[in-house]
């Protein structure tokens, strides 16, 4: 049972572009909203995280737009590079379950 | 790195046998997790633990069992291991205070022929 849908599954951009990963999800009792960033032969690492009392949060050239009435999310990245090159998860839990259900992943390409 | 340790990292077996893998903390965290990735199905979640002895079961948990006998080791079991268990494996832990952050280990790579 996949609660956090993902898109696209694959994603090519020039340098400098702007990615968009999109996520959308059921369970409007989910509370957190991460992603995760993952480089081959790697596991996962937190890039941001959103909660749901907030409609967007900036990091750097990462940035989440959360819209709770849609049930959906997004990553976009800025300026990207080919160091951003990577396989980027979105992942959803609820406050006290201590679960983390994730997306089934975008492997981002930056061209140089 | 949080300190994770993962072992085996690769492990390649026969279709019917017993694996255990190995998960090490050095942090005392109390959450410890064990993932599985596969293309197409992103991480799924298998079993948790919360504490010495207490686990729960995950989204894809049948043809698996845990156990947490310290608070540093999370063990993950393939009672019969299957082909379709082969997969990349993660543990996790979840830091304390607020929403907690998982921090994933390494990985471990099974392959069931």
């Known amino acids: 049972q996949q609660q956090v849908k993902q898109s696209p599954q694959s994603l090519i951009v020039q340098k400098g572009g702007i990615s968009i990963i999109n996520c959308a999800y059921e369970?409007?009792?989910?509370?957190?909203f991460p992603w995760y960033q993952q480089f081959p032969g790697k596991g996962p690492a937190l890039l941001i995280a959103i909660r749901p009392d907030v409609s967007e949060k900036k990091e750097g050239r990462f940035t989440i737009s959360f819209n709770k009435s849609a049930k959906q999310f997004s990553l976009h990245i800025m300026d990207s590079q080919p160091g951003d090159s990577a396989t980027y998860f979105c992942?959803?839990?609820?406050?006290?379950?201590?679960?983390?259900?994730f997306g089934t992943g975008t492997r981002l390409k930056v061209l140089a | 790195d949080a300190g994770i340790t993962q072992s085996p990292r690769h492990k390649v077996t026969e279709t019917g046998t017993p694996v255990t893998l190995r998960c090490h903390q050095t942090?005392?965290?109390?959450?410890m997790y064990w993932y599985r990735q596969d293309p197409g199905h992103g991480l799924r979640l298998i079993h948790y633990?919360?504490?010495?002895?207490?686990?729960d079961k995950g989204e894809v948990s049948d043809g698996y069992s845990v156990s947490r006998s310290k608070t540093e080791d999370f063990l993950l079991t393939l009672e019969s291991a299957t082909s379709s268990q082969t997969s990349v494996y993660f543990c996790?832990?979840?830091?304390?205070?607020?929403?907690?952050?998982?921090?994933f280990g390494e990985g471990s790579r099974l392959t069931v022929l």
């Open positions: 942090e005392n965290h109390r959450y």
């Open positions: 996790a832990i979840r830091t304390s205070g607020g929403n907690g952050e998982l921090f």
């Open positions: 369970n409007t009792a989910f509370d957190y």
């Open positions: 633990s919360y504490g010495v002895k207490d686990t």
């Open positions: 992942a959803a839990s609820t406050s006290g379950t201590y679960k983390y259900i």
